[in-house]
Structures are given as structure tokens and as C-alpha cells.
């Protein structure tokens, strides 16, 4: 283990939900957001500014699992992935990046320092 490993490690400890790890996955989001809306948080592990967001975000959520499915993607690992959550839900890749999904679409996304102001409680069905 190097110096700065533990310091750039992945962050997702603590996730409030499942990981985004297989493509398949995005069948099941798209199906499931028609009963209740799933986020998708985009995260760079090498990312200083990923990193900070994801904590804050990670702090300030206070959602159950009946609200949101939360999902998190280290898109660093799952590029091939992330590419198809940009391609499927027609936003241009960002990072880090929360996407809302309803209906099969995503209704609301944000990246940087605007993730944390996306009021998810407009998205509760």
C-alpha cells in the first residue's frame, strides 16, 4: 500500500445503496424508476473535487431505501459504464455527476459543486 493510497481510495464506505458494477444494472434502474426514482453518483477516485462531493453528499442524504435506490458508479473502474449511462440517458459525462432517474428518463443531473444543490426531495414520488 502506497503513501496516498488509503487517502485516494475509492470513498464509497458508508454508500446508501447498491453499487453500479455490471451494464445489465441499468435494465433493472430504468424498470425500477417507474416505482421509485433511482440516482445514479458518478465517482472519480482520483478526483479531489469527486471526493469532497461525494463525502458531502454522502452526509447530507438522509433518504430510505423506499425513496431512492441510490446507486454508485467508480467510473474509473466501470468506464465502459459510465459511457452507457451518458449514452442512455442523453447527458454529456461528467464527474462527479448525480443523475435522478423517473420513468426511464433522467429528469434531473448535476455535476461538480451542483450536486449537492439538487433538492432531492422534489423527485420523491
Known sequence: MGLFDSFLSNNSNNWH??????????????????LTP???FKHS???????????????????????????????????????AVAQQFDVV???????????GKAVAHASHENVNKIKLTDFLN
Open 17 to 34: 445503496g447498491p453499487k453500479l458494477e455490471n451494464i445489465d444494472q441499468l435494465n433493472t434502474i430504468v424498470e425500477a424508476s417507474f
Open 38 to 40: 433511482q440516482l445514479i
Open 45 to 83: 477516485t482520483r478526483c479531489s473535487v469527486s471526493r469532497f462531493v461525494l463525502n458531502e453528499f454522502k452526509s447530507g442524504y438522509s433518504f430510505s431505501e423506499v425513496d431512492f435506490t441510490a446507486y454508485f458508479l467508480d467510473l474509473l473502474r466501470y468506464r465502459e459504464i459510465s459511457n
Open 93 to 103: 459525462h461528467q464527474s462527479p455527476q448525480l443523475l435522478i432517474i423517473k420513468n
